[in-house]
């Protein structure tokens, strides 16, 4: 069965620091997997996804991640962090035993300081 | 294009109540997904609907049922309602096919807040 863990369930950095979002994924398939984005009282906006094309992933806001299979990990990074990038970070996989379900992380809270 | 509306924001109910809950697809989708958001927790899937017809679920009780209309809106219904219920329910819209590779983005309503008392 497929499953995502999210280290660090609250990362901070400074504005124009790297933003790093760690994501290990476990998959018996090859993986399809996303980062999802969600605002205080809204619901979830991708990021980005992979699935299995270039390893190197862009997504919108200047958000990329980078898929190693040998790592099984799916890890996003920005390289500049703005002030609106506060937010929580889902990492995903599709499930391919329960139709196309998502199986999501616990979430990463950033929190971005001036 | 419209996307993915849900309704009503916020509900109150008490133990034991049934709810209904409901779930707008984007234009042009035919799939719709649905999920439970405890606080501090990552969405949990509950089922998926393709063309009116339940394609996947996952580890929630019987009590949590769901329909797909032609139109391809959905609704998800809770019996006998739990405290532990209290949750934001996600509703997802995507274009899919029947035993889908998984590819497809899921584009997210902005939830329901459920609180049960």
């Known amino acids: 069965a497929q499953s995502v863990t999210q280290l660090g369930s609250h990362v901070s950095v400074s504005e124009g620091a790297l933003v790093l979002l760690r994501c290990n994924y476990s998959s018996s398939v090859p993986p399809y997997l996303f980062w999802y984005v969600q605002y205080p009282n809204q619901g979830l906006q991708l990021l980005l996804k992979y699935t299995s094309a270039a390893t190197l992933v862009k997504g919108i806001n200047g958000f990329e991640a980078e898929f190693k299979k040998s790592e099984t990990s799916f890890h996003l990074t920005k390289p500049s962090a703005h002030m609106s990038d506060a937010a929580e970070y889902f990492c995903?996989?599709?499930?391919?035993?329960?139709?196309?379900?998502?199986?999501f992380g616990k979430g990463t809270t950033l929190s971005v300081s001036s | 294009e419209t996307g993915v509306t849900q309704s009503p924001t916020h509900l109150i109910k008490t133990r034991g109540q049934q709810v209904t809950l409901r779930c707008s697809s984007q234009?042009?989708?035919?799939?719709v997904s649905w999920y439970q958001q405890a606080l501090g927790q990552g969405p949990q899937f509950i089922f998926q609907y393709y063309r009116e017809e339940e394609n996947g679920r996952g580890n929630f009780p019987p009590r949590f049922s769901g329909l797909q209309f032609p139109n391809y809106s959905s609704e998800l219904n809770v019996n006998a309602l739990e405290l532990d219920d209290s949750a934001l329910y996600l509703c997802a819209s995507s274009l899919g096919t029947w035993g889908g590779r998984g590819a497809e983005t899921q584009y997210f309503g902005p939830g329901t807040r459920l609180l049960v008392l």
């Open positions: 995903a996989v599709s499930s391919n035993q329960a139709g196309t379900a998502l199986i």
């Open positions: 234009s042009g989708h035919n799939t």
